[in-house]
T-cell receptor, first 118, second 113 residues
């Protein structure tokens, strides 16, 4: 079975530009989460979507937005890019939104999109 | 206090030894705990999940959970050079509204031949 896919793999942008990152979850998974990972840190939560609705948002500015489509794929948009937005952007999918203590909410990561802002 | 804490390492062990990786968390309502392995330049790969107190074994990996002490560990038996990677501890906050994973900074493991 195909895992989580993300596109593009790498991206180079300049300050002030806009970027759109894309993610397709594992077949059958309805929840998609986005994380940002800067060098030397663990991934940091940005958004979670379930059934096309935003269900959680991390501590990120309004320049960050996302959406989920009827086929459960998702886009992450970042406006007015800053140098500090340079990072690995990770998409993770899970079967359900949350079911405490059960495997259903295990999150599986895609390969990531490495964004460099110059 | 950081929510999930790990020693950054590196933790160096010889091939064939047991590697012990530790993690503490601050949110007492956390219900789900995960270990991810991340090779340099790659994305995190889920290797273990644990939900109840005690040990859970999967091949060479054993996860241990002690909710009273808010402590999670990962043991890797018969360590191999291919185990050299950063190991991320992640905790699910347990909020029924959504399923945020909170990660530690990771522990780098180096297994020498």
């Amino acid at each position: 079975d195909a895992g989580v896919t993300q596109s593009p793999t790498h991206l180079i942008k300049t300050r002030g530009q806009h970027v759109t990152l894309r993610c397709s979850p594992i077949s059958g998974h309805k929840s998609v989460s986005w994380y940002q990972q800067v060098l030397g840190q663990g991934p940091q939560f940005i958004f979670q979507y379930y059934e096309k609705e935003e269900r959680g948002r991390g501590n990120f500015p309004d320049r960050f937005s996302a959406r989920q489509f009827p086929n459960y794929s998702s886009e992450l948009n970042v406006n007015a890019l800053l140098l500090g937005d340079s990072a690995l952007y990770l998409c993770a999918s899970s079967l359900v939104l949350y079911r405490g203590g059960f495997k259903d909410n295990e999150q599986f990561f895609g390969p990531g999109t490495r964004l460099t802002v110059l | 206090q950081k929510e999930v804490e790990q020693n950054s390492g590196p933790l160096s062990v010889p091939e064939g030894a047991i590697a012990s990786l530790n993690c503490t968390y601050s949110d007492r309502v956390s219900q789900s705990f995960f270990w991810y392995r991340q090779y340099s330049g790659k994305s995190p790969e889920l290797i273990m999940s644990i939900y109840s107190n005690g040990d859970k074994e999967d091949g060479r990996f054993t996860a241990q959970l002690n909710k009273a002490s808010q402590y999670v560990s990962l043991l890797i038996r018969d360590s191999q050079p291919s185990d050299s990677a950063t190991y991320l501890c992640a905790v699910n906050r347990g909020d029924s509204g959504y399923s945020t994973l909170t990660f530690g900074k990771g522990t780098m493991l180096l297994v020498s031949p």
